[in-house]
């Protein structure tokens, strides 16, 4: 007695496909993507430290904090001082943030003293070169909030609270906050 074969159903999409009703369909192929011999640059394995490009063109403005970036071209350190309770911030900000006046534009002293640091272990890619690196909080004379940079030129062990530093600009300014670091003074 012969077998009955089992009615089998065709989809819309199989017939817009050419599939036919009934028809075998093959199993699919492995499928990997492409790859390429390039290796990876790996700078250290704990913690790993690894090579890898990034790269995009932006456009930004620096809008009313212009004169900051303009200033470290030239050697300056500019904060902001509130016209109203002469609140002084070494980062500078166009409102006191005591009593909400406007501020203006001062010139910061180029020596302080550290605050407190610490040592960064891992960094974006334009640090990644001089990992680790150290970070500062720098207090000046005469002004009521601190200023966060590099501080360069010294040991992790060298560094204490209440230690004399002076800013130092790239000779070549590429109008970043990277533009200014401290050494010991």
Same mark, same amino acid.
């Given at each position: 007695?012969?077998?009955?074969?089992? /009615? %089998?159903?065709?989809?819309?999409?199989?017939?817009?496909?050419?599939?036919?009703?009934?028809?075998?369909?093959?199993?699919?192929?492995?499928?990997?993507?492409?790859?390429?011999e390039?290796?990876t640059?790996?700078?250290?394995? *704990?913690?790993?430290?690894? /090579?890898?490009?990034?790269?995009? *063109?932006?456009l930004?403005?620096?809008?009313? *904090?212009s004169?900051?970036?303009?200033?470290?071209?030239?050697?300056k350190?500019?904060?902001?001082?509130?016209?109203?309770?002469?609140?002084?911030?070494?980062?500078?900000r166009?409102?006191?943030?005591q009593?909400?006046?406007?501020? /203006?534009? %001062?010139e910061?002293?180029?020596?302080?003293?550290?605050?407190t640091w610490?040592?960064?272990?891992?960094?974006?890619?334009?640090?990644?070169k001089?990992?680790?690196?150290?970070?500062?909080?720098?207090?000046? *004379?005469?002004?009521?909030?601190?200023?966060?940079?590099?501080?360069?030129?010294?040991?992790?062990?060298? %560094?204490? %609270?209440?230690?004399?530093?002076r800013?130092?600009?790239?000779?070549?300014?590429?109008? /970043?906050?990277t533009?200014?670091?401290?050494?010991?003074a």
């Amino acid at each position: 007695m012969p077998v009955p074969q089992a /009615k %089998i159903k065709t989809n819309k999409n199989q017939k817009k496909a050419g599939v036919k009703s009934g028809a075998a369909t093959a199993p699919a192929k492995k499928f990997r993507l492409p790859e390429t011999e390039d290796g990876t640059t790996v700078f250290n394995t *704990d913690p790993l430290i690894i /090579k890898s490009h990034y790269g995009i *063109d932006y456009l930004h403005s620096y809008a009313e *904090d212009s004169p900051f970036f303009v200033g470290l071209s030239q050697g300056k350190l500019l904060g902001s001082e509130c016209r109203q309770c002469h609140e002084r911030y070494a980062t500078p900000r166009a409102y006191c943030m005591q009593c909400g006046s406007a501020t /203006k534009w %001062i010139e910061l002293p180029l020596a302080g003293r550290v605050h407190t640091w610490t040592t960064c272990y891992m960094g974006s890619e334009e640090f990644l070169k001089e990992t680790p690196f150290n970070l500062v909080l720098v207090e000046f *004379d005469g002004v009521n909030t601190l200023f966060l940079a590099r501080l360069a030129g010294v040991t992790q062990e060298q %560094i204490r %609270i209440g230690m004399p530093v002076r800013a130092q600009f790239l000779r070549n300014s590429k109008f /970043k906050p990277t533009d200014v670091y401290f050494v010991p003074a």
